[in-house]
């Protein structure tokens, strides 16, 4: 089963999703790394990172950025505003389609088409 990664930044609004397999702590650090890299590729610093707990393991590994864990039960609202509206986005379009299943591959392309 693949997992979205989801990011936003909070000022200029850039959305990434990045299908993942599993959720160990290798795979999160990796995908959060390519983030980063497409960030500074483009001159911007990262000073701060804003996660759930999912990112707890990561505190120590995250230089030069600070990372910021919510409470236990809390969620990061621009995070969870962009989840849904992807989820509106690609179940309108899915819903739209002649097919009554859908290959993981579509799905995907599905939901990096309506990232933006």
Known sequence: MLLPNITISRNIKLRTVDPISDVPHATILTSLTQVMRIY??????????HGDGGFKTL??????????????????????RSIRTIKERTRACIHGLPFRRHPTQM??????????
């Not at 799905?107 to 933006?116: K, P």
């Open 40 to 49: 500074s590729s483009r001159g911007f610093e990262i000073g701060y990172i």
């Open 59 to 80: 505190e120590n590994d995250l230089p030069p950025a600070r990372l910021n864990i919510t409470a236990a039960g809390e969620h990061v609202p621009e995070v969870e």
């Open 107 to 116: 799905i995907i392309a599905n939901v990096r088409h309506h990232n933006s």
